[in-house]
């Protein structure tokens, strides 16, 4: 009898090891991980629901997020601070990285990087999109092109990206490249405060102008992008809630502008503000 036990029972036991796995592997592939930091430490809301403060990972296998897309709002414990919101997706499997370092006006900087799976799974790609935008982008210290930029065909590895525009400071985020993966990297910029002078009239706005120019009834048409859509906000300002996105080909009527932004209005009679960089009269 103990010669059988020990003849079944380690077949037995690797069974109901590969049980386990699997079943813990299937479990997780609907899920995917999410890690957020700031400074200062920040309350983190995700789709309105207290989730936690800063440093945060929801990281452990069985106990991360379901996929799909969430509106994360970071609250900083120094209430003389604005709080930060975007959109950001949960992928399966997947770790997203949500950074944020908070500054009065624009002296706040940040980035979200996460992945998205490809067609291609020998490929690796890297999107590099910025705000604001035609920022130099240096990989590995050579420079690859202006924000926002779809690199293809990166070597499977570590990388840095660095992010150079005039009047801003630059900023550099270490990712790693995967096959099968685009990786996106949303990067936020600060002012480059020592540039300028003590005053803060002297500082140059993130935001536009208030005024806001009425126009004729007239429609505008969406161009193409690099992340194949185009993001549309509440108010014309880039923290501004991201309330929808529209696709290239699209056409829309237009209410209003403003430097960089136009309003538009949907069927159903909302309206939002898009990059006039990606749209056309």
């Given at each position: 009898?103990?010669?059988v036990?020990?003849?079944?029972?380690?077949?037995?036991?690797?069974?109901?090891?590969?049980?386990?796995?699997?079943?813990?592997?299937?479990?997780?592939?609907?899920?995917?991980?999410?890690?957020?930091?700031?400074?200062?430490?920040?309350?983190?809301?995700?789709?309105?629901?207290?989730?936690?403060?800063?440093?945060?990972?929801?990281?452990?296998?069985?106990?991360?997020?379901?996929?799909?897309?969430?509106t994360?709002?970071?609250?900083?414990?120094?209430?003389?601070l604005?709080?930060?919101?975007?959109?950001?997706?949960?992928?399966?499997?997947?770790?997203?990285?949500?950074?944020?370092?908070?500054?009065?006006?624009?002296?706040?900087?940040?980035?979200?990087?996460?992945?998205?799976?490809?067609?291609?799974?020998?490929e690796?790609?890297?999107?590099?999109?910025?705000?604001?935008?035609?920022?130099?982008i240096?990989?590995?210290?050579?420079?690859?092109?202006?924000?926002?930029?779809?690199?293809?065909?990166?070597?499977?590895?570590?990388?840095?990206?660095?992010?150079?525009?005039?009047?801003?400071?630059?900023?550099?985020?270490?990712?790693?490249?995967i096959?099968?993966y685009?990786?996106?990297?949303?990067?936020f910029?600060?002012?480059?405060?020592?540039?300028?002078?003590?005053?803060?009239?002297?500082?140059p706005?993130?935001?536009?102008?208030?005024s806001?120019?009425?126009?004729?009834?007239?429609?505008?048409?969406?161009?193409?992008?690099?992340?194949?859509?185009?993001?549309?906000?509440?108010?014309?300002?880039?923290?501004?809630?991201?309330?929808?996105?529209?696709?290239?080909?699209?056409?829309?009527?237009?209410?209003?502008?403003?430097?960089?932004?136009?309003?538009?209005?949907?069927?159903?009679?909302?309206?939002?503000?898009?990059?006039?960089?990606?749209?056309?009269?």
């Amino acid at each position: 009898m103990k010669k059988v036990l020990l003849i079944i029972l380690p077949p037995l036991v690797a069974i109901i090891i590969f049980i386990i796995v699997t079943i813990i592997l299937n479990k997780s592939a609907n899920q995917g991980a999410l890690q957020v930091t700031s400074i200062p430490k920040s309350k983190i809301y995700l789709n309105g629901k207290l989730l936690g403060e800063t440093p945060f990972c929801k990281c452990e296998q069985g106990n991360m997020l379901e996929i799909g897309e969430y509106t994360i709002k970071l609250v900083p414990l120094d209430n003389k601070l604005n709080p930060f919101e975007n959109k950001i997706t949960i992928s399966p499997s997947v770790l997203t990285v949500v950074d944020r370092t908070f500054g009065e006006g624009g002296l706040s900087q940040g980035s979200i990087i996460d992945l998205t799976p490809i067609s291609d799974k020998k490929e690796a790609q890297i999107l590099i999109v910025s705000f604001p935008d035609k920022a130099n982008i240096y990989l590995d210290n050579n420079l690859s092109g202006t924000s926002p930029l779809l690199l293809k065909n990166i070597t499977e590895s570590d990388h840095e990206i660095k992010l150079s525009k005039e009047g801003y400071k630059d900023k550099a985020v270490r990712i790693r490249a995967i096959k099968g993966y685009k990786l996106e990297s949303i990067v936020f910029l600060s002012i480059n405060q020592d540039l300028f002078s003590a005053s803060e009239s002297a500082l140059p706005e993130l935001s536009p102008a208030p005024s806001v120019s009425p126009t004729s009834q007239s429609q505008i048409t969406i161009l193409s992008t690099p992340t194949g859509f185009l993001r549309v906000r509440e108010d014309a300002t880039i923290s501004s809630l991201q309330i929808g996105t529209v696709a290239p080909g699209e056409k829309y009527e237009l209410i209003s502008e403003q430097e960089g932004w136009f309003e538009i209005k949907f069927e159903d009679g909302k309206t939002g503000w898009i990059s006039s960089q990606y749209a056309k009269k």
